[in-house]
Nanobody
């Protein structure tokens, strides 16, 4: 059983910053990749940022230069630093872990709400 636990969401004014954290626990010692996705009302879930165990990163076009993803060494922890937040960043943010271990795996957290509003 694998569980992803998110924290750090909330309400922030436009131009502000927030940091999301996600910790994974369970049978896997290290995930191949961890990342953050988001889903706004009426929209599809989209990639925000993803980082592999070797440190390779990928960002969604809309967050390039504003968000940064960090992974804590060999631990199953990933943080998302969000700067210069805009109202269009408002969404539920989901932590994700994926990779291969005796088969493909893909796990999701329960999500944390981020609201950018004045």
């Amino acid at each position: 059983q694998v569980q992803l636990t998110e924290s750090g969401g909330g309400l922030v004014q436009p131009g502000g910053s927030l940091r999301l954290s996600c910790t994974g626990s369970g049978r896997l010692a290290s995930f191949d990749a961890m990342g953050w996705y988001r889903q706004a009302p009426g929209k599809q879930r989209e990639l925000v940022a993803r980082i592999t165990s070797s440190g390779a990163t990928k960002y969604g076009d809309s967050v390039l230069g504003r968000f940064a993803i960090f992974r804590n060494g060999g631990q199953n922890t990933v943080d998302l630093q969000m700067n210069s937040l805009k109202p269009e960043d408002t969404a539920v943010y989901y932590c994700n872990a994926d990779g291969w271990y005796h088969g493909e795996y893909n796990y999701w957290g329960q999500g944390t709400q981020v609201t950018v509003s004045s």
